[in-house]
């Protein structure tokens, strides 16, 4: 059974930092691309960022870039999000995914792609 399990969500203050968590299990964790994604009040589902199965390669939203960090640990099977400087706008329910990656650099950004997800933890940054 694929689970994918979100935590460290929590409410913080606008330049705050949060460490968000994914922990992976039923499937084979190192050969899956594992993203991070958010979606806002009334808003679409939008991408945050991304990891390759190799941890070579890594993208972010513009929105994040430089302030979120994306990890993983092949053998714990977990994926991280660590996020500073965090801004009201990035108030959202944080949701971990799995892409199959057919090789080691692949690393979608097409939240159609991704085979599984987790149930998402809700970040709040107050002003």
């Known amino acids: 059974q694929v689970q994918l399990v979100e935590s460290g969500g929590g409410l913080v203050q606008a330049g705050g930092s949060l460490r968000l968590s994914c922990a992976a299990s039923?499937?084979?964790?190192?050969?899956?691309?594992m993203g991070w994604f958010r979606q806002a009040p009334g808003k679409e589902r939008e991408f945050v960022s991304v990891?390759?199965?190799?941890?070579?390669?890594?993208k972010y939203a513009d929105s994040v870039k430089g302030r979120f960090t994306i990890s993983r640990d092949n053998a714990k099977n977990t994926v991280n999000l660590q996020m500073n400087s965090l801004k009201p706008e990035d108030t959202a329910v944080y949701y971990c995914a799995a892409d199959y990656g057919p090789w080691g650099s692949y690393a979608s950004v097409a939240e159609g792609e991704y085979d599984y997800w987790g149930q998402g933890t809700q970040v709040t940054v107050s002003s």
């Open positions: 990891i390759s199965w190799s941890g070579a390669i890594t």
């Open positions: 039923g499937f084979t964790f190192s050969r899956y691309a």
